[in-house]
C-alpha cells in the first residue's frame, strides 16, 4: 500500500492538500513558462528529442523540488493522490503494452504483480522502486514495470517496502529481504531470479546483495540497475557539475532515510563493498545525471572484481531516463538491452524452457 493508507503513517487535512495541489499546479505552470528560455531546441539530437528533454527535465525537477519542500503530511497526502490517480490511468496502459496487473502481498510486503499476458513467464524480478528511499509506489511505475514485463518475458514483483522517514534504514532493506527470502522458499529457482531497481530502488538492491552475503543463499541469475543511488555520500564532482542538467534538486535529501548513519557504510552504499559475489549486473544510466560519477566507479569496481558488467552511459540523458522518457531511443535501447541480457542469462539453465528468439517491439 502507498505510504499515506498505512497505519501509523500521517496525512495532512484534506483543505491542506487542495492547497498542496493547487499550488503543484502553479509551480508546474511556472515551470512550464521557464521551458523557451533554456533553449530547448539545442543539442546535437532532433528539435523534438531535445524538446522532449528539455519540458521533462523542468516539469520533473520541480515537482521533485516542490513535493520534498513540504511537510511530511503534507508530502504523503500529495503521493496519495498521485497513487490514486494512477490506480485509474494505468490498468488500460499496462494491458496495452501486454502486462496483467494483480496485488498480492509477499511474506507480510504489500506490492503488484506484472506478468506476461499472453504468454507463461520464463523468470522472475524482485523490482525495487526508485524514489529517493522516502517516495512513490509500485502503481506509479505501472508503464515501466510492463514495458520491462513484456521485453525480457518475466514476471515483476514491484515491492511497496517501508519508506523514510517514517521507516528510516534498515527497514526498507528488511522487507526486501524478506521478499526476496520468501520467494526463493515458494519454489523460485534462483537461476531465473534476477533482482532490479532504480535510483533509490537500485541503492537499495545494492544494499540487499550486500546482505544475502549473510545468509549465504544461491546467487541469482542477475541484476539489472537504471541509475542507481549507489553512494549516499554524495560527494562525486557529478553531483555539483550535473546539478543543472539533471531532474534532481540540487539538494538531494538523505538524512530521512541514513537517521544517523555513516552513509560509507558497506550497508547503505555499495560503492566500497565487497562485490565479488554478485551475479552478472546490466547498468543504464545517463552522463548528465547527478550520480553519473558514483555509478561510473561502481561499474569499475564491478569490472575490477571479475563480475560480468555491461554498462550503458547514455550521452545527455538524465536520471531514470527510461521511465521518464520511454519514447527515446536511448531508453528503447535500455530496454532492448535489457531483454538480451535475461535472455542470455536465462539462456545458460540449458534445462529451462525454450527461449523466443524474437524482440518485442519497442515503446513510442
Avoid at 270 to 288: C, F, H, N, R
Amino acid at each position: 500500500m502507498v505510504m499515506g493508507r498505512r497505519p501509523t503513517v500521517a496525512t495532512a487535512s484534506w483543505p491542506i492538500a487542495i492547497n498542496d495541489l493547487v499550488g503543484l499546479a502553479t509551480n508546474l505552470g511556472a515551470a512550464l513558462a521557464r521551458v523557451p528560455f533554456r533553449r530547448p531546441l539545442s543539442g546535437e539530437s532532433s528539435t523534438q528529442h531535445n524538446l522532449s528533454v528539455a519540458v521533462t527535465r523542468e516539469t520533473i525537477r520541480t515537482f521533485m523540488g516542490y513535493c520534498s519542500a513540504l511537510p511530511i503530511d503534507e508530502y504523503r497526502s500529495v503521493e496519495l493522490v498521485l497513487d490514486d490517480l494512477c490506480r485509474l490511468a494505468m490498468p488500460p496502459v499496462v494491458s496495452a503494452i501486454g502486462a496483467r496487473a494483480e496485488h498480492q502481498v509477499v511474506a507480510g510486503v504489500p506490492g503488484i504483480w506484472y506478468r506476461p499476458k499472453d504468454r507463461e513467464a520464463r523468470g522472475t524480478v524482485l523490482y525495487l522502486h526508485g524514489g529517493g528511499y522516502i517516495g512513490t509506489s509500485p502503481r506509479m511505475y505501472a508503464a515501466f514495470t510492463a514495458w520491462l514485463c513484456h521485453f525480457t518475458g518475466c514476471e515483476i514483483f514491484v515491492a511497496d517496502y517501508r519508506l523514510a522517514p517514517e521507516f528510516p534504514f534498515p527497514a526498507g532493506l528488511e522487507d526486501a529481504v524478506l521478499v526476496l527470502e520468501e520467494l526463493l522458499q515458494r519454489g523460485t529457482d534462483p537461476a531465473r531470479c534476477f533482482l532490479a531497481g532504480d535510483s533509490g530502488g537500485g541503492g537499495l538492491a545494492s544494499t540487499l546483495l550486500y546482505a544475502m552475503d549473510d545468509i549465504h543463499h544461491t546467487p541469482l541469475a542477475g541484476v539489472l540497475l537504471f541509475s542507481p543511488e549507489v553512494d549516499l555520500a554524495l560527494d562525486e564532482p557529478s553531483v555539483s557539475t550535473n546539478a543543472g542538467r539533471d531532474i534532481l534538486p540540487w539538494n538531494i535529501p538523505t538524512s530521512a532515510y541514513l537517521h544517523g548513519r555513516n552513509p560509507a557504510e558497506a550497508s547503505v552504499s555499495a560503492i566500497d563493498q565487497d562485490v565479488s559475489g554478485w551475479p552478472p549486473v546490466l547498468v543504464a544510466y545517463g552522463d548528465d545525471e547527478m550520480f553519473r560519477d558514483p555509478i561510473r566507479r561502481l561499474v569499475l569496481h564491478l569490472i575490477e572484481a571479475g563480475v560480468p558488467t555491461t554498462a550503458m552511459e547514455e550521452a545527455g540523458m538524465f536520471h531514470v531516463f527510461p521511465i521518464l522518457m520511454p519514447w527515446a531511443d536511448a531508453s528503447r535501447r535500455v530496454l532492448r538491452a535489457a531483454a538480451e541480457f535475461v535472455a542470455g542469462r536465462l539462456a545458460v539453465d540449458a534445462d529451462g524452457p525454450p527461449l523466443s528468439s524474437e524482440t518485442p517491439a519497442p515503446p513510442g
